[in-house]
């Protein structure tokens, strides 16, 4: 009994510290996800009137600090690229369960509270160099970075009344995009290039060879080439094909 009354004294005060460290834990990740979600929609749409920076914000703060069962008019939680992100009002809002401390109360207070920033740094080195590459090799324009910071203040559960702890998480993306309409514009900018329009028309006389031995090994057989742009899910698709064999 004294045996094991010491190793309560031990154990337990470690155990609750390891519940704590997975607390932090999954907000600083979440944290870290909100802000490389922010900096690549910012580098995908430079253009703040087109992309405000509030429209950014709100949906941080909802697809990354909100339970999908808790979006507005939106229960089953399937919050889509094409879906308005809405924050829930204060009194309807029901925090996430591991975000919680021994007594109910909520580690982030509300989503509002989540602070999102951007920064357009001058790039390391100078344009020079990184624009005379992206423009022979690409014929993109000036490449640009984007910086977005996320900040969490959440309860500190280590000093009781004390000041919050805050976690910060910043994601830095460069790129440029080709300003393309729609997935046409992009795959004609792709195959443009010299270098992948050399390698389309190759694999175009390799590839059903390729495709016929596969074929004898496994019931289906990849369509050769096939130039994938981007995914979209089935259900946003209108036009696509629906043959088995057709590249989507």
């Known amino acids: 009994m004294t045996e094991f009354l010491l190793c309560l004294a031990v154990w337990v005060p470690l155990l609750l510290a390891v519940y704590r460290l997975i607390q932090y834990s999954d907000l600083r990740h979440t944290t870290v996800q909100a802000s490389r979600y922010a900096a690549f929609q910012r580098i995908f749409q430079p253009d703040d009137t087109r992309l405000s920076f509030t429209a950014i914000t709100e949906a941080v703060r909802s697809r990354f600090f909100v339970r999908p069962d808790q979006q507005p008019g939106n229960p089953r939680g399937e919050l889509r690229s094409s879906d308005a992100a809405r924050i829930p009002h204060p009194g309807d809002h029901e925090p996430v369960p591991l975000w919680r401390d021994l ?26 160099a990184l624009g005379s590459v992206a423009r022979s090799a690409w014929g993109l324009a000036e490449p640009t970075l984007q910086v977005a910071q996320v900040e969490v203040p959440v ?5 009781a009344g004390g000041p919050p702890l805050h976690l910060r998480a910043s994601t830095a993306v460069m790129g440029d995009g080709w300003n393309a309409s729609g997935s046409a514009g992009v795959r004609d900018a792709v195959q443009g290039h010299a270098a992948v329009r050399g390698a389309y028309h190759g694999m175009a006389l390799v590839g059903p060879v390729v495709s016929l031995a596969v074929q004898l ?11 994938r742009v981007e995914s979209v899910p089935a259900d946003r698709l209108s036009g696509a094909p629906t043959s088995p064999g057709a590249c989507r």
Do not use: K
């Open 217 to 227: 090994l496994e019931e289906t057989a990849p369509v050769l080439p096939c130039l």
């Open 155 to 159: 309860r500190n559960l280590l000093a």
């Open 103 to 128: 007594q109910g109360r909520p580690l982030l207070a509300h989503p509002d509270q989540v602070r999102v920033t951007f920064e357009r740094p001058a790039l390391p080195g100078g344009p020079g």
